[in-house]
């Protein structure tokens, strides 16, 4: 089961409670990707990617009462009805220090962009329960979140960035995972720095979800992993 519970935000997300996933019924068309920013590739080993053209790639996909993980239409999608859970989805790699860039394509979600998706670094324990998230919203929050046994914990709490490209629209996500150092930029722009020692290695995963009755779905692309 891939449903974690979430966290309360004050004036942006609802306290999570686990809830049944609704029927999909169907996928609205994909949003194009209009933005252009370079990787960490260019100076950097790269130590893995994927364009998710091939659906044999080895990323998590399922379905869970509706909601999904998927390879479509050269990427991978995560469609996520569950009120007040992420859906993630890991690719089966380990790793110790990264960067990871990603173009992330939030397809459809509730009205009010009241979701989180992003990315997942460092993920590990029971289930793959513990990691490091670096997440925004549909209308322009960002934080960087630490999961411990499935719990949420905000080592950057909730904030506004116009870096945020907001509904539905592309953005660049770019994290680092480095020592004990968390780094998160979108679009380019660096939103937030901490630090936490925790966790030191460990899978990467996608990760979108809703936090209304409104289902979101968000389409990732041309992810590349590199070292520092």
Known sequence: MKYKSIFVLAGLLALALPACSLDLGGNPTPVSNAITVPTSASTNDVLFQDDFSNSD????????????????????????QSEGSVLWGVAGQNFTDLVLDVDATQV???????????????????????AYAFFISGDG????????????????????????NLGDASNH????CVGDELTFWVNGTQVADTHDSTYTSGD???????????GTEVQFDNIVVTTP
């Open 173 to 176: 996500l770019k994290a680092s």
């Open 141 to 164: 929050y960002y934080s960087i979140i630490k999961i411990t046994g499935g719990e949420f914990t905000p080592l950057v709490d909730w904030d506004t960035s116009d870096a945020i």
């Open 108 to 130: 459809s979600g509730p009205e009010d962009d009241n979701n989180a998706y992003g990315i997942y670094c460092r993920r590990t324990g029971e289930d793959y329960s513990d």
């Open 57 to 80: 790639s080895g990323w998590e996909t399922g379905d869970y009462s509706g909601d999904t993980l998927s390879y479509l239409n050269g990427t991978y999608d995560i469609y996520s």
């Open 204 to 214: 990467i995963a996608l990760a979108a979800g809703s936090m209304e009755t409104t």
